[in-house]
């Protein structure tokens, strides 16, 4: 007679394999694609609130993605505008590589600091300005921002921050007129320094004794230094003029250029008679007019400064320019003006203008 123990021993024995068999089964199921398509649901479903928000910003990224930068910023005119710039960017590139290669033009190009020579599939650097220059500026410099602090307070008694600037000013031009003796200037060029910081000195001392701005001083100030602002000038002038000469000498000694151009890389403003670009107007018997109008071989890189690359895509702008003002307009230089030169010149000659009344104080 079998008794309860048996049953017991049975029943269990049937539990612990149906919990290995539905293991078993979890194990394959866990392994399947079903079971992790399961899974990511499950997750899926459990982030939805998240999810949402992140496709909210999908969509609005790729809505944004489709704005150009120029105008018009969407639609199909959007499009096309866009593809030309792709295209202009495209040829820049195209002239850019260009440079300094076999069959391309030799370029020079000068930053404010260094000269670059693209040329015979090289890249050169050299400095072309000299020391002189730089120290001869740092000292010619100040009679100016003197003039323009003190000229606003004509006829008034100093302040405690003018009397501080003044007080500061007097010592560090004294030091700079002690140190000119330790400098191996020529003579004259020294000479003309001290007379000009002495100058300056002499003024300044005056102005803290009588503890007021006088207009009539501070102008006969500026008269007394004039002559010695506009020799230093010379002497820096000759300077790097003398260096940029010797440098083309040998540049151009080493074998022939290839259709050259210069960029001329400096501040805001083209400069009117710019000591570099007076220099190869001479070489390339190119006279420059007004603006970019009349630049051929000699480029102005306005506000560019030390960005050579930059300088560079001008450069094959002007090229590109050039070449398509030649096709469109039997003349390469028409891009060289806004485009829409002759049609503004039409319109102001047509309409009356009503030019309002200003103050001309400044």
Not at 13 to 34: D, E, N, R
Not at 250 to 270: F, G, M, N, R, T
Not at 316 to 343: E, N, V, W, Y
Request: hydrophobic share 40%; charged share 25%.
């Amino acid at each position: 007679m079998l008794t309860n123990q048996y049953y017991y021993s049975k029943f269990y024995k049937f539990l612990a394999t149906s919990c290995l068999v539905l293991l078993a089964v979890i194990g394959i199921f866990a392994g399947s694609t079903s079971w992790a398509m399961a899974q990511e649901l499950s997750q899926a479903s459990g982030m939805a609130g998240k999810i949402q928000p992140n496709f909210s910003e999908d969509r609005s990224q790729a809505v944004e993605e489709t704005q150009f930068t120029f105008e018009p910023k969407s639609g199909i005119l959007a499009e096309v505008n866009q593809k030309f710039h792709e295209d202009y960017d495209r040829l820049i590139a195209q002239i850019t590589s260009t440079f300094g290669k076999s069959g391309g033009p030799t370029v020079l190009v000068f930053t404010m600091n260094k000269l670059i020579l693209y040329h015979d599939g090289k890249r050169e650097e050299q400095q072309f300005i000299p020391s002189l220059y730089h120290q001869l500026k740092a000292i010619e410099h100040h009679p100016l921002t003197l003039y323009a602090t003190l000229q606003a307070y004509e006829g008034q008694k100093l302040t405690n921050s003018l009397r501080d600037f003044l007080g500061e000013r007097s010592n560090l031009l004294q030091k700079a007129l002690r140190s000119l003796n330790e400098e191996s200037w020529p003579q004259n060029i020294v000479n003309n320094q001290k007379a000009l910081l002495t100058d300056s000195i002499e003024y300044i001392n005056q102005v803290l004794a009588e503890k007021h701005i006088n207009s009539d001083k501070l102008n006969n100030y500026v008269q007394r230094v004039i002559p010695n602002i506009v020799k230093g000038v010379n002497s820096a002038a000759a300077e790097e003029l003398e260096l940029i000469n010797e440098k083309m000498k040998k540049l151009l000694a080493k074998e022939k250029w290839q259709s050259p151009y210069v960029v001329i890389c400096s501040v805001h403003q083209a400069r009117h008679g710019e000591v570099v670009t007076q220099y190869f107007e001479r070489v390339f018997n190119e006279f420059q007019g007004d603006a970019a109008e009349r630049e051929d071989r000699i480029v102005y890189a306005e506000s560019i400064l030390d960005d050579e690359p930059k300088a560079l895509r001008l450069l094959a702008t002007h090229i590109l320019d050039r070449k398509l003002g030649s096709a469109f307009f039997r003349d390469p230089r028409r891009l060289q003006s806004d485009a829409l030169r002759d049609a503004a010149n039409f319109w102001l000659w047509e309409n009356t203008m009503n030019i309002p009344k200003w103050d001309k104080k400044y």
